[in-house]
């Protein structure tokens, strides 16, 4: 098993002012609605409905909200961590890493379906792209730039 003398942690939070300015319009109108509702006469296909959007959009708001993107590099390899998702690759498992630009693709959170496979981002436009042995792939998304170059070029090296 290959070993290289790193550590790395990143926690990324998606805590840009205005999509945290539509989540609290969005709870605001779900608050609303439930007050509406509850002043109309509806049917029970009507209230599971209202009930059944409720809950997704609360879900959707929490999710949003609370959203975090760790990723931990260590002498094993690289783990990712988000709602849903904990991904873990040892070092032999590697085929290529590069830290990149990758432009905008689409919006922030789990993004499939990339030219670089899935990205995991919050916010800007670096990340380490890898390509594992197995030709899958996928992007994490950075704040710390120059700490993950050094980071594959230690890889490269070994």
């Not at 998606?14 to 439930?34: D, E, F, H, P």
């Amino acid at each position: 098993m290959t070993t290289i003398n790193v550590s790395f942690n990143e926690e990324q939070r998606i805590n840009q002012w205005w999509l945290k300015l539509i989540l609290l319009v969005t709870l605001g109108t779900l608050v609303y609605a439930i007050y509406d509702f509850a002043q109309t006469d509806t049917t029970a296909t009507e209230q599971i409905s209202f009930y059944a959007g409720l809950v997704l959009g609360f879900a959707a708001i929490m999710l949003v909200w609370f959203w975090k993107l760790t990723t931990r590099i260590d002498n094993y390899g690289i783990t990712v961590k988000c709602p849903l998702v904990h991904k873990k690759v040892n070092w032999d498992d590697i085929q290529s890493l590069e830290v990149l630009d990758y432009g905008f693709v689409g919006g922030w959170g789990i993004r499939i379906w990339t030219k670089y496979g899935t990205v995991y981002n919050t916010s800007g436009r670096i990340g380490m792209a890898i390509v594992l042995k197995n030709k899958k792939k996928f992007l994490v998304g950075t704040q710390k730039e120059s700490e993950l170059k050094t980071i594959v070029e230690k890889w490269k090296n070994t």
